[in-house]
């Protein structure tokens, strides 16, 4: 271990020693000010008395209800809590509601999951930097809520095993004296941590920096320092929360939209008005109270309760990129903490890929948020600063890009958002609407935590079997019995190939059987069962069968939240919809129009939530930068594969001309080729979308080389028959 410590000389370490001096003064102050001692004894006694309180929790259902029925109840029933907003905080209120014993309604307009809280960094995190603001701020505020996330943090490894796992993290340092600043804040991380600490934080040298991070710049490279925070797969982890708060009672509708809400003759918020946007029916759900837990439409549901009520929200922009696997390694991941702008710049490893961001701009509230071309441009120009020279990183290497709106708390004293805290606050306005508002995913068990107990106090709810809260420790759905070994049942049982043996146990944990069963036959010695929806990814169609049972109602609800695929790659999420459009209107009983409504929803999903519009938008910005000559020789070659001289290339037309020149392609290969620069979407690639095609391949954007060596090949063999002597008459 000792050749893998960074060995300090004479200078680094005066620096070190009057670094960790400050670094122990502040720990001081933070221990003088805090007793972060009694809340961890507070904690582990929690934890000690979990197993006689489960004894109080309600009901568990063992088959979940139809949303139909649940429909039919929220027409019915008088609830004591109505939550508005299906994110990880709406859900998480609804299932801290539901086990204290309330009668628990949720809507969420869209589909769990569908905002924010799929369009995360993917982390479970107490905020490095917010902890770095407490110290250099002396702010108990930021101190508290860094801590608070690294309680939550542990739980959350601890109840949703399967969904999320401790992760290292890479500061790569490039400046001596960086060294011990660095070291002494992620060592204040450490001790903030206490016991919930995952593994204690360590220093590598230059060597064994890029042994573990190969793709690593190693210029000017001093040394690396490596702290541990928590990843998961945020979208599933926001399903299991909602499907867990089911079990336990709660009624959830998906697709619900709130479009009023009810006042009794004293003006008081006694419900709301929902339309059901599957069918377009309105109907009024009754409730005791009214939660608002809508992240960035916070306050827009907050004006419905109060007119005159002022925003407390200011929403910011966070993009995400995902790139191939091999630009980080598989087990680490990486923190840039200082761009040239003071962002943070992550760089993570993620489903079999690279998750890198994210931005932080203020903007505007939409259901539908793109990723700009700049805010791309700008996560890709950070990640070259750090990675070596013989990483080539590419504009077409972007396999996917959202944009996710964080519901910030606003403060009117400070300019930028990234001074805004991601603290929540909880709001009981004079109409009794409670409203939840800013903190973070890590935080969002806590945040429904103090919801619930300001509902009960506020409105006089009396829960049938607990005032306090039951969530602590309580495991989600799928969680229990759950072991990283768990997926070799799997294959052994069910004869599923061992790469989706693991995605469906750590995708759907203890339940991951449920799915296998629904897995049809392949026709194969081996895998015998699970047909793929994409060959390059471990998605199978029994998981569309089985999102039905989770809800799910659109294609979009199973490309982007029950599967994560429109995350990781467009092209290959495109490939996906036919088939699982057929097999949900085989379940569902939908018409051809309906089937031609969902193609079209989540091919215009994809385009405009998913980057692909940034990326068409980008390749066409850029000019042709080719030779008169390289004009020529493209324009013969794109008049060879479009042999009917139509004026334009299908994807008929290249599988065509590939089989002529003996190459074998994919078809996923095919369709990336032509969607590249398709710039009208339209199936079809007219001669000035190839040769700018033709230019970004030359300029290194689009990885195509396959095509290149094909028209090559052609180009060749044209010139070869052009040259080649012919003899007129019979010969000698």
Known sequence: MASSRWRLNRRTLVLFSSTSAAAAIAGAYLLSNHDWLAAEHRGSARHAVLAEQRTVLPAYRESFPSREDMMKSLREKQYDVLVIGGGATGTGVALDAATRGLETALVESDDFSSGTSSRSTKLIHGGVRYLQKAIMRLDREQYRMVREALHERANLLEIAPHLSSPLPILLPVYKYWQVPYYYAGIKAYDLVSGKKRLQPSYILSKQRTLEEFPMLKREELKCGIVYYDGQHNDARMNIAIALTAVRY???????????????????????????????????????????????????????????????????????????????????????????????????????????????????????NPSPSEPEISFILEEVKNYLSPDVQVRRGDVKAAWSGIRPLVKDPNKADTQSLARNHIIEIDQSRLVTIAGGKWTTYRSMAKDTVDAAIDGCGLEPRLSRSCQTDGLFLEGGHGWTPNSYIRLVQDFGLQTPVARHLSETYGSMAGEVAKLAEPTGLRWPLVGRKLASNFPYIEAEVKYAMKEYAETVVDVLARRTRLAFLNTHSAQEAIPRIVALMAHEKGWSKSRQQQEIDAAMKFLYEQMGARARKEYLASVPINLSSTEVASYTKSFQAIDAKRKGFITLNDLRTFFKSQGESISEEMLHDILSDVDANSNGQLELEEFLQLMSHVKRGDISTRRLMAAILNSNSSQVHAQSKPTTKGGGL
């Open 249 to 367: 009672g709660a009624d959830a509708a998906n697709h619900t939209e709130v479009t009023r809400l009810l006042k009794d003759d004293k003006d008081i918020v006694c419900g709301a008005v929902c339309k059901d946007m599957l069918t377009g029916k309105e109907f009024e759900v009754r409730a005791k109270c009214v939660i608002n837990a809508t992240g960035p439409f916070t306050d827009h549901i907050r004006k419905m309760g109060n007119s005159e009520s002022k925003p407390i929200c200011q929403p910011s922009s966070g993009v995400h990129i995902i790139l191939p696997d091999y630009y980080s390694p598989a087990k680490m991941g990486l923190l840039d903490p200082a761009t040239k702008d003071g962002r943070v710049i992550f760089f993570l490893p993620w489903q079999d890929h690279t998750v890198a961001g994210t931005t932080d701009l203020p903007c505007d509230v939409t259901a």
